[in-house]
């Protein structure tokens, strides 16, 4: 089975502090993928990478950086947090096989105060 | 631009009643089409893709370029179908990158 694993479930941030979200996946999958999820508004992609060391912003990648120095391995980084980035996070993965299949994590919901 | 409508933000039926969850797009080139689902407490997950053709969970989804959609089908709808249905539309680039759309929250009535 197929596994992405984002190591926080629940995370409270102040206004103004940095945030890292991780994201591992253990199928040897090229492409990655950081979605933002708020009611009403569906899935955003922020930022996606298909190999180590690359990657490509999404629709939505203001605020936000990322870092892939490991092919298993995905970080979301918001430099200065701001209440507005109050969201779940999904991080997904992908292969080369038939496209559209994403594995997704659990997510991870982020509130800043 | 590419581009994903779900009308119905929430939709609820009875058990045993059809159910039709809409989704249209726009894309100028060759669509890939799909639809995922979240249920609860759980990840998001793949339920169906058009390319495949196939019957998941006795839901299907046809297709149709002439009015740009893609609507998911049930002929009886179960309590389990309760969740989250995401439509999705395959990028443009190599990276298999999706474009969502907003989501209906199905709620099957007892």
């Known amino acids: 089975d197929v596994k992405v694993t984002q190591s926080s479930r629940y995370l409270v941030k102040r206004t103004g502090e940095k945030v890292f979200l991780e994201c591992v996946q253990d199928m040897d999958h090229e492409n990655m993928f950081w979605y933002r999820q708020d009611p009403g508004l569906g899935l955003r992609l922020i930022y996606f990478?298909?190999?180590?060391?690359?990657?490509e912003k999404g629709d939505i990648p203001e605020g936000y950086s990322v870092s892939r120095e490991k092919k298993e391995r995905f970080s979301l980084i918001l430099e200065s947090a701001s209440t507005n980035q109050t969201s779940m996070y999904l991080c997904a993965s992908s292969g080369t096989g038939p496209t559209g299949e994403l594995f997704f994590g659990e997510g991870s919901r982020l509130t800043v105060l | 631009a590419q581009r994903v409508t779900q009308p119905e933000k929430l939709l609820s039926v009875f058990k045993g009643a059809p159910v039709e969850l809409k989704c249209n797009y726009s894309y100028s080139g060759s669509p890939e089409l799909f639809w995922y689902v979240q249920y609860s407490r759980q990840r998001l997950q793949l339920l169906l893709r058009?390319?495949s053709r196939e019957s998941i969970k006795g839901f299907t989804a046809d297709l149709n370029k002439g009015e740009t959609s893609f609507h998911l089908k049930k002929p009886f709808a179960q309590e389990e179908d309760s969740a989250m249905y995401y439509c999705?539309?395959?990028?443009?680039?190599?990276?298999?990158?999706?474009?969502f759309g907003t989501g209906t929250r199905l709620t099957v009535i007892p």
């Open positions: 990478s298909y190999d180590v060391k690359m990657k």
């Open positions: 058009h390319i």
């Open positions: 999705a539309l395959g990028g443009s680039t190599g990276a298999n990158n999706l474009f």
